[in-house]
């Protein structure tokens, strides 16, 4: 009797440890990278999240040298507008959002996929630990997964897949809490 009610407050332990969808950041900015393979596109950026007011602003770094063009997108989901400017050309394009608003984290119906320490694990302060959890938006075909840290759930990836876009895989670094200028989500002066 005793191993069978061993075995069962060991079983809820660990099954108490489990890491369940968290709340990540609601307004952060820091550095966003794109990966699309299939499309050999990389995009290098500083971007700004504000999940209140459902906006983001996206800045492409300029790679000197390279024959593509950079844009500085502003989404205001809010409105259904986005604002694109063309660093190269200058030129402003105004159109309607195309796509839901989804929110960077972990969406509450995700399923944890595992975790794993980034670093050097055993060193304090050269680590940390990171849960990745997945699941499907359904609204859009889209299997995705989401990696933030732990305990704090802070954004540090994304992956996603349908047929329409392939894969896509974002990365987010040098992350700081709070919006520095709250009017990086004013439309750009060349797009008035």
Not at 8 to 16: I, L, R
Not at 116 to 138: K, R, S, Y
Request: with cysteine; proline share 6%; aromatic share 14%.
């Amino acid at each position: 009797m005793k191993v069978i009610l061993l075995l069962a407050v060991s079983v809820v332990v660990c099954y108490g440890q489990t890491p369940t969808p968290c709340a990540s950041p609601r307004q952060w900015q820091g550095g966003r990278m794109v990966f699309d393979s299939s499309k050999s596109f990389y995009e290098r950026a500083d971007f700004f999240y504000d999940e209140i007011m459902r906006r983001t602003r996206t800045i492409e770094k300029i790679d000197n040298g390279k024959e593509r063009d950079f844009f500085d997108i502003l989404r205001l989901h809010n409105e259904n507008k986005e604002y694109t400017v063309n660093l190269r050309t200058k030129k402003c394009n105004v159109t309607g959002i195309s796509f839901p608003w989804r929110a960077v984290g972990v969406p509450p119906d995700a399923k944890f996929i595992f975790e794993a320490e980034i670093g050097a694990a055993g060193i304090p302060a050269e680590h940390l630990t990171a849960v990745i959890f997945g699941g499907n938006f359904t609204q859009d075909h889209v299997s995705y997964t989401t990696t933030v840290t732990f305990p704090d759930c802070v954004p540090i990836g994304d992956n996603y897949y349908n047929d329409v876009t392939g894969f896509i895989e974002t990365r987010y670094f040098g992350i700081t809490l709070g919006i520095s200028d709250p009017e990086v989500f004013f439309p750009p002066s060349i797009c008035t």
